[in-house]
């Protein structure tokens, strides 16, 4: 029988946990990839009207009817349409702030007025010009946040990159994530780090 000291012990426990991470990244990436496959094959008019439901949704929402600053990502073409979500908070007088890649896993939060305030920027996704006013963390009260996929529970599948769990940490405002029913999982892969989102939005409903 093979006996372990502590320093062993801990470098076996290290070990299986560096596997366990491997394995999840790799269930991850084949998700991703899949999920993504999955909604380049959706209808348009499918896309069109589940977004349009989600969106007016997510406007019902308590959470958006009393928010005064709303963080809202600019949607790339696989993901909901957003445009009608920040139309409406900003003809409501709300202050829109979105995200800005500014460097390997890291992002900013700007204040746009109008879509003119945006410009292609970090893998092709719209971000603010850097002559938008920062936004601070502490100053937003509702987050709409991106996904690949997402189940149920609040479980999300990003891109890959970990901007949105390094930037959901320690967070007090509520976060909401816009998924299309068709592309839901029952199952979501997660890590220790990964950061469960509140409310879950689809065409069908709301889910808390």
């Known amino acids: 029988m093979e006996i372990f000291n502590g320093i062993g012990l801990e470098r076996v426990e290290s070990k299986q946990i560096k596997s366990k991470q491997g394995t999840l990244?790799?269930?991850?990436?084949?998700?991703?990839?899949?999920?993504?496959?999955?909604?380049?094959?959706?209808?348009?008019?499918?896309?069109?009207?589940?977004?349009?439901?989600?969106?007016e949704n997510l406007i019902g929402l308590p959470e958006y009817q009393t928010a005064k600053t709303i963080f809202c990502f600019a949607s790339m073409p696989t993901e909901v349409n957003t445009r009608a979500v920040i139309e409406d908070a900003l003809q409501r007088g709300k202050r829109i702030c979105v995200p800005k890649c500014i460097g390997k896993g890291t992002m900013e939060v700007r204040e746009i007025t109008d879509f003119s305030d945006l410009q292609l920027g970090f893998y092709g996704i719209m971000e603010p010009k850097s002559i938008c006013p920062i936004v601070q963390r502490d100053e937003i009260d509702l987050g709409i946040i991106p996904g690949v996929t997402c189940n149920k529970k609040g479980e999300r599948l990003g891109h890959g990159g970990g901007y949105y769990d390094r930037f959901l940490k320690e967070i007090e405002f509520p976060t909401a994530i816009l998924c299309r029913e068709r592309i839901m999982e029952s199952r979501i892969p997660m890590m220790k780090h990964d950061v469960r989102i509140q409310i879950v939005i689809t065409e069908s409903g709301v889910w808390r």
């Open 25 to 55: 990244h790799e269930e991850k990436a084949r998700m991703r990839k899949k999920i993504i496959s999955k909604i380049k094959k959706l209808p348009k008019c499918y896309t069109v009207q589940a977004d349009d439901v989600i969106c």
